[in-house]
């Protein structure tokens, strides 16, 4: 595996009902898949080990020893596709909410703006599907938020599907983002932006899984929010 074209690093803590699909969706549109799996109770690690080993030059999984969180994962995962020698890193949920019909205008969109392309849920033409009010208001609010406190114009900075280019995480100390749970995707916008890369949003449809329970609680939130205050302040 490596040696240029696109990784996608699937973070997963408990995927075992949707993973499989999610890997052959990725697989279809051509791309690798990194799984980075925090020990899943369910057995998920078990079954990406097995989707691994039917498909080895192009499906890997990264092990590691309990839940550390959403944003050392990507980390880790980057840090693995860098070594490897991929020229870009996607960022895709594991639950099927992110659909794999979109990774190739992600690819396409960081290639030509050179930084940063995210799969956007609030420009015209995206949309979601199968959320409730409470989750849509927070949705909204919480990237209103980030836009007022950062001074920013990017209109989904909360999205977990993305794609970077090996030049913009080459210039992110990632040691240094300090982000462990969802804000490291504010985070990682934030970086880019000051580094003076480009961040380019694409529509995308976001379908709500229908398989397990989000993962975001109130405490992630809330550290969200504190994030883009210390992001803020560290200006």
Sequence with gaps: MGAGGALVVLPTYNELDSLT??????????HHAL????????????????LAAE????????????????????????????GRGYDLFLEMDADGSHLPAY????????????????????IPGGSVA???????VLSRGANWYTR????????????GFRCYTRALLEKIDLSAVMSQGYSFQIEMVERA??????VVEIPIR????KLGSSKVSRGEVTKALATVLRLRFRR
């Design 35 to 50: 799984i980075v799996d925090d020990s899943s109770p369910d057995g998920t690690g078990q079954l990406a080990d097995s």
């Design 148 to 159: 007022a406190v950062l001074g920013i114009s990017v209109r989904d900075a909360t999205s």
């Design 21 to 30: 699909g999610v890997v052959r969706g990725i697989r279809a549109q051509g």
């Design 55 to 82: 498909d080895p030059d192009a499906v890997a999984v990264l092990h590691r020893p309990g839940k550390q969180g959403l944003g050392t994962a990507y980390k880790e995962g980057f840090a693995w596709g860098l």
């Design 193 to 198: 932006l000051r580094l003076g890369f480009r």
């Design 206 to 209: 976001f379908e709500d899984r």
């Design 130 to 136: 199968g959320w409730g009010p409470a989750r849509f």
């Design 103 to 122: 990774l190739d205008a992600l690819v396409a969109a960081a290639q030509e703006c050179g930084g940063l392309a995210i799969g956007s849920r609030w």
